[in-house]
């Protein structure tokens, strides 16, 4: 494990991380979807969408928590993003939301590593390096309380996303 509150990006597949808790950029609906949403589904089993259908719906800017089923983490929070139209829409501060109330609920269950995708910069359109600001600003201000998470991983589906986390200032690591 690394230093409290440490922020990690690393390309990788989000489903096969050893963690407590790995984030799904879900629907609002919790349905299995498209990308990291639909891998997520498949790695875990149908029992997740069971599971999802009775935390459902989850508004934009929310999370949910489930168990991970068969997926080495241990816990799925299921986060929605905003869908981008243009920046003036208020999508800033529901992606910060989808954060925070993700961070909430790892940070409720005593939770101590989280993985998040890029949330929103996939089928959602939103700018990856605007998208990566908010993710690692919404983050580091979780973390800094004590008691917090003590790991971030930031599971980055393409070099793109993980260029934009370093310039973000977050530590990279080779490929897990």
Not at 56 to 78: D, N, Q, S, Y
Not at 102 to 127: D, K, N, W
Request: proline residues 6%.
């Amino acid at each position: 494990m690394s230093r409290p509150g440490s922020l990690t990006a690393l390309i990788t597949d989000i489903t096969s991380l050893d963690v407590d808790a790995i984030v799904n950029a879900a629907n609002t609906e919790l349905a299995p979807g498209g990308g990291v949403c639909g891998a997520i589904h498949r790695a875990a089993g149908l029992e997740l969408a069971a599971a999802c259908a009775l935390v459902r719906p989850c508004p934009t800017g929310e999370a949910r928590l489930t168990p991970g089923f068969r997926l080495k983490a241990r816990h799925v929070i299921h986060a929605v993003g905003p869908i981008w139209h243009g920046g003036h829409a208020g999508e800033e501060a529901l992606l910060a939301s989808a954060y925070r109330n993700s961070l909430a609920l790892a940070q409720a269950a005593g939770l101590r590593s989280v993985a998040f995708p890029g949330i929103s910069t996939g089928i959602y359109g939103y700018p990856i390096s605007r998208a990566t600001e908010v993710a690692v600003r919404t983050v580091r201000e979780a973390v800094r309380d004590p008691g917090s998470l003590a790991e971030v991983i930031f599971a980055c589906f393409s070099q793109e996303l993980l260029a934009a986390y370093a310039a973000s200032g977050v530590r990279t690591a080779p490929l897990a």
